[in-house]
């Protein structure tokens, strides 16, 4: 257990719509960082967040949006969804910059 | 930019043959190096990393060297079992634009066959 819960575990949706994943990060991890699995693309690093300020941004879609709250959790908000957003995102958390980053055990979403 | 560059997989393996994945990493600096592992279903775990040129990262009995003159970090097991049978990712961590950046592989499958 690396201390990362993510929820929901799966999800199932319709394309056009909307979801929030939520992520809470290790006890005194101040970063946060959003990636996403998928099967063609491998792991793909969409977003990192330090403290509540976006911290890096990587191959992350303009549909699709991150924020860290003052308790240091995260959501990643996905809109207007189609059936190639369907993958494994995975949350991480590190301690500052550390380098060591901890994984969640990630949410499967499914867009039909 | 950074990179890097893992060996194409399936890899399959007979329980106890000996395991190796190969990384080259491309970095300006001094990065440091890793090894995560993803077991079916779950999220990616460190293995094991190593901070300096020479430095031997080792845990459950996987093991890979530093290699600065080659730009590589090499992952082998001695003898591997099933339940080694998993996703490995590379990855490399370095300060980039005033912060650290960590660059994941495509990640290499693994299989143990009994």
């Known amino acids: 257990d690396s201390g990362v819960t993510q929820t929901p575990k799966h999800l199932i949706t319709a394309t056009g719509q909307r979801v929030t994943l939520r992520c809470s990060p290790r006890?005194?991890?101040?970063?946060v960082y959003w990636y996403q699995q998928s099967l063609d693309q491998g792991l793909q690093f969409l977003i990192q967040y330090y403290n509540g300020e976006e911290r890096a941004k990587g191959n992350i879609l303009e549909r699709f949006s991150a924020q860290q709250f003052p308790d240091l959790h995260s959501e990643l908000n996905l809109s207007s969804l189609e059936l190639g957003d369907s993958a494994l995102y995975f949350c991480?958390?590190?301690?500052?910059?550390?380098?060591?980053?901890?994984f969640g055990p990630g949410t499967r979403l499914l867009v039909l | 930019g950074d990179s890097v560059t893992q060996m194409e997989g399936p890899v399959t393996l007979s329980e106890e043959a000996f395991l190796t994945i190969n990384c080259t990493y491309t970095a300006t600096g001094y990065p440091s190096l890793f090894w995560y592992v993803q077991y079916p279903g779950e999220g990616l775990q460190l293995l094991l990393k190593a901070t300096k040129a020479d430095d031997k990262g080792s845990n459950k009995g996987f093991e890979a060297t530093y290699r600065k003159e080659t730009t590589s970090f090499h992952l082998e097991k001695g003898s591997v079992q099933v339940s080694d049978s998993a996703v490995y990712f590379c990855?490399?961590?370095?300060?980039?634009?005033?912060?650290?950046?960590?660059?994941f592989g495509t990640g290499t499958k693994l299989q143990v066959i009994p």
């Open positions: 006890s005194g991890d101040l970063s």
């Open positions: 990855a490399l961590s370095a300060y980039s634009g005033g912060y650290q950046k960590v660059t």
């Open positions: 991480a958390s590190s301690l500052m910059d550390q380098e060591t980053q901890y």
